[in-house]
């Protein structure tokens, strides 16, 4: 079965600092990825995906992850955190059987220290 | 574009009462789907559908219903609401495409007492 997993709950880093939150995933094909932002109170915005090619993809803010297969990981980066940035991270895979469902992980809340 | 409206966005239910959470849609997307959020559980999916007049149970079914009568409308109804449905809901929809991303309403915040 696929799932993913977010090792970390919560991350704090200092604003100006790189970022990396982990993402890894059990899936038996090549996996459809996803990476949402969450702010407090409102709802997900997709900040990038993956299905094929090249496998360093861009996405919006600044954001950026990379697709391994050897390490099942996809890991979202950012060069330089901006206090806005503090907010709710999740990974995501999408089901194999194309019925539009999404396989979250449990989220990495992200704090920003001035 | 109004994109994937829920209401209501916040709710107090007593236990036993019912109600019916309201999603809709303007993006003529055939795949919509329930989610609850809950503290270090990320999402968790409670009903989903592939088109109208077709859904399926997704993870955390129990104590739910859907239906889906035409394109644009999915509606979440609890029959019996319970302390453990307290929690916050998401409807998403997304096109047929399988690249394309979920869209996201901006949630229902339910609490049962």
């Known amino acids: 079965a696929q799932s993913v997993t977010q090792p970390d709950i919560h991350i704090t880093v200092s604003e100006g600092a790189s970022l990396e939150l982990r993402c890894n995933y059990s899936?038996?094909?090549?996996?459809?990825l996803f990476w949402y932002v969450q702010s407090p109170g409102q709802g997900l915005q997709l900040l990038l995906k993956?299905?094929?090619?090249?496998?360093l993809v861009q996405g919006i803010k600044g954001f950026e992850a990379e697709f391994k297969r050897s390490q099942s990981s996809f890991n979202l980066r950012k060069p330089s955190v901006h206090w806005s940035d503090a907010a709710e991270y999740f990974c995501a895979v999408g089901d194999s059987g194309n019925t539009g469902k999404l396989i979250f992980g449990q989220g990495t809340t992200l704090q920003v220290k001035p | 574009n109004a994109g994937v409206t829920q209401t209501p966005k916040f709710q107090v239910l007593k236990t036993g009462q019912s109600m019916t959470l309201q999603c809709a849609q303007d993006?003529?997307?055939?795949?919509m789907s329930w989610y609850r959020q809950d503290p270090g559980m990320g999402l968790r999916l409670i009903h989903y559908s592939v088109g109208a007049g077709i859904t399926d149970q997704g993870e955390v079914p129990n104590g739910y219903n859907v239906s889906r009568s035409t394109t644009e409308d999915f509606p979440l109804r609890l029959l019996s609401a319970a302390p453990s449905q307290t929690s916050v809901y998401f409807c998403?929809?997304?096109?047929?495409?399988?690249?394309?991303?979920?869209?996201f309403g901006n949630g229902t915040r339910l609490t049962v007492t």
């Open positions: 993006m003529n997307h055939e795949y």
């Open positions: 899936y038996g094909a090549t996996p459809y």
């Open positions: 998403a929809s997304r096109s047929g495409d399988r690249d394309s991303p979920l869209h």
């Open positions: 993956y299905f094929s090619g090249d496998t």
